[in-house]
């Protein structure tokens, strides 16, 4: 297959060794090259994998995790461009939106275009990486970035989404709580409401006796020892409790430390992680002015609407990708209006009875954003090279007629 000069097969330096740094006046510090695993590590704080729904396919598709990170390759989809310029660049890392695989494959077929794609990556090791629906569901969505665009304030998840919930209870002797509790409040510290590290203690006796073979932090093998303890109790994330949990035993004192986790019938909201996008103008706007805000800032290859075009507009609902099973839940938040993709013919009909308006935007223009947004995330967090697969295009054309 020949795929032209975007995709000539290169070699790529060597980035396997400790890189010296500067230090005018002073010895040379070796420092360490950033590899594809703590790059990666470092999005999954910021975007959790755990956000992502059940039948998604979010996270590594391709994994090279140990690799030093050469730069960075951001696109909605994976194509034969996006492949090739990764190779031409000698970028190592894809982060795409739509996962490569959203399906367990029993075989692969090379002479098959996607096996083309995935050979040509192989080849030059590159690892590719989705962010899909966790992304939709976090504080950098496309979903709040068109809210944010049409200058809607008071911007919050449509959805939002329930994290899981655990209770830990510890105990930890006289002198030694403020050492487990700050290493906890570093894993295990969900914001509750406007507050965090929350945090609860309660003093009391423990007691314990030694057998052969321990090493008891306080008292000997002559008996029981009673000793002053407290009991420190905090939230934790499910997807914290080992990182928690491995990091309070790390500088917890006692050789073997006393500890309950507790599963909390609850479960946690957050304002900013969440499905969609809910957002109020200051001062309201027709259906017809907003279609034209939309068409201004975002030139979206077509515009459908449901509604009346002279309707008040000040809340507002946006779903980036296929929005129609959001209906409802932008009728009970009072919207005004939902913006989205793929809303169906069903679904049009059910919105004029329920008297909430609709804006419908091809897929691609709702999605589009995500290579801007993620590479000015990538720009704060790292200092590593990074650029847009500037070869997407919407996979629908505006037909005008005569066309042929």
């Known amino acids: 297959m020949d795929l032209g000069p975007i995709a000539q097969l290169v070699e790529r330096p060597a980035h396997n060794r400790l890189v010296p740094g500067s230090n005018p006046g002073g010895p040379t510090i070796l420092k360490m090259p950033l590899l594809i695993k703590d790059a990666v590590d470092k999005l999954e704080n910021l975007v959790p994998l755990e956000l992502q729904e059940d039948w998604d396919n979010s996270g590594y598709q391709i994994k090279l995790a140990g690799a030093p990170l050469t730069g960075i390759v951001t696109s909605l989809d994976i194509s034969e461009e996006c492949a090739g310029l990764a190779a031409n660049k000698g970028f190592n890392l894809i982060l795409l939106h739509h996962p490569f695989f959203f399906h367990p494959r029993r075989s692969i077929d090379?002479?098959?275009?996607?096996?083309?794609?995935?050979?040509?990556?192989?080849?030059?090791?590159?690892c590719v990486y989705s962010m899909h629906?966790?992304?939709?569901?976090?504080?950098?969505?496309?979903?709040r970035f068109m809210a944010g665009k049409l200058d809607a304030k008071e911007?919050?998840?449509?959805?939002?989404?329930?994290?899981?919930?655990?209770?830990?209870?510890?105990?930890?002797?006289k002198g030694y709580v403020k050492t487990v509790r700050d290493a906890l409040f570093a894993y295990g510290n969900p914001k509750i409401g406007n507050y965090e590290?929350?945090?609860f203690e309660t003093k009391g006796k423990g007691s314990f006796k030694a057998l052969e073979g321990s090493e008891p932090f306080i008292g000997g093998f002559s008996g029981t020892t009673f000793t002053d303890e407290s009991k420190l109790e905090l939230l934790i994330e499910e997807r914290n409790i080992k990182k928690a949990v491995a990091e309070m035993k790390k500088v917890h004192p006692y050789e073997e430390a006393a500890y309950d986790l507790y599963p909390l019938r609850d479960f946690g909201g957050s304002a900013l992680e969440g499905m969609g996008a809910v957002g109020n103008f200051e001062t309201g706007v027709t259906l017809a002015q907003l279609s034209d805000k939309i068409q201004a800032l975002f030139s979206p290859?077509?515009?459908?609407?449901?509604?009346?075009?002279?309707?008040?507009?000040k809340k507002i609902a946006v779903v980036s990708g296929s929005g129609f099973s959001f209906l409802d839940s932008a009728v009970k938040s009072r919207c005004d209006v939902l913006i989205s993709s793929e809303l169906t013919h069903s679904r049009a009909i059910e919105a004029g009875k329920k008297g909430i308006c609709l804006i419908e935007l091809s897929h691609f223009d709702t999605e589009k954003h995500f290579t801007g947004?993620?590479?000015?995330?990538?720009?704060?967090?790292?200092?590593?090279p990074a650029i847009k697969n500037n070869f997407e295009f919407n996979p629908f054309f505006k037909y005008k007629g005569g066309e042929l």
């Open 110 to 126: 090379l002479d098959s275009k996607d096996g083309e794609i995935f050979n040509l990556l192989v080849k030059n090791r590159i």
């Open 133 to 143: 629906t966790n992304f939709d569901s976090s504080a950098y969505s496309m979903s």
């Open 155 to 173: 911007i919050f998840p449509l959805v939002p989404h329930k994290r899981k919930l655990y209770k830990l209870s510890v105990f930890i002797p």
């Open 197 to 199: 590290n929350c945090s």
């Open 301 to 313: 290859v077509f515009i459908n609407y449901c509604g009346n075009l002279n309707k008040k507009i």
């Open 373 to 384: 947004i993620v590479n000015e995330l990538l720009s704060k967090e790292f200092d590593i």
